[in-house]
């Protein structure tokens, strides 16, 4: 079965850093494009960062740019998401998707298939 997991979300002060990461199980994730998406409280979902493992090509939203990061490593079927510079804003169950879709329009997940959240909290 095809399946990923997040971990490493928590509560943190402005101003600092947390690395999310996705596990990867049942699947190859040179096969598949990767993004992370993130839900704030009364606000839609939106992607964050995504990225072909293949070739390590990325998006990254605008309010992210210059502040987080996401990478790959293929040998421990993981995909990360390094955030720093955190702001109150950022505060969002942050969500790992498997076969998300990357090109001039962006990053969407019309036939992805999602883990079940990490909580993202940033403190003022």
């Known amino acids: 079965e095809m399946q990923v997991a997040e971990s490493g979300g928590g509560l943190v002060q402005a101003g600092g850093s947390l690395r999310l990461s996705c596990v990867a199980s049942?699947?190859?994730?040179?096969?598949?494009?990767i993004g992370w998406f993130r839900q704030a409280p009364g606000k839609e979902l939106e992607p964050v960062s995504c990225?072909?493992?293949?070739?390590?090509?990325?998006y990254n939203a605008d309010s992210v740019k210059g502040r987080f990061t996401v990478s790959s490593d293929n040998a421990v079927n993981t995909v990360y998401l390094q955030m720093n510079s955190l702001k109150p804003e950022d505060t969002a169950v942050y969500y790992c998707?498997?076969?998300?879709?990357?090109?001039?329009?962006?990053?969407?997940?019309?036939?992805?298939?999602w883990g079940q959240g990490t909580q993202v909290t940033v403190s003022s």
């Open positions: 049942g699947f190859n994730l040179d096969d598949y494009h």
């Open positions: 990225i072909r493992t293949r070739d390590g090509r990325t």
């Open positions: 998707v498997r076969d998300v879709t990357i090109d001039n329009s962006g990053c969407s997940a019309e036939y992805a298939s």
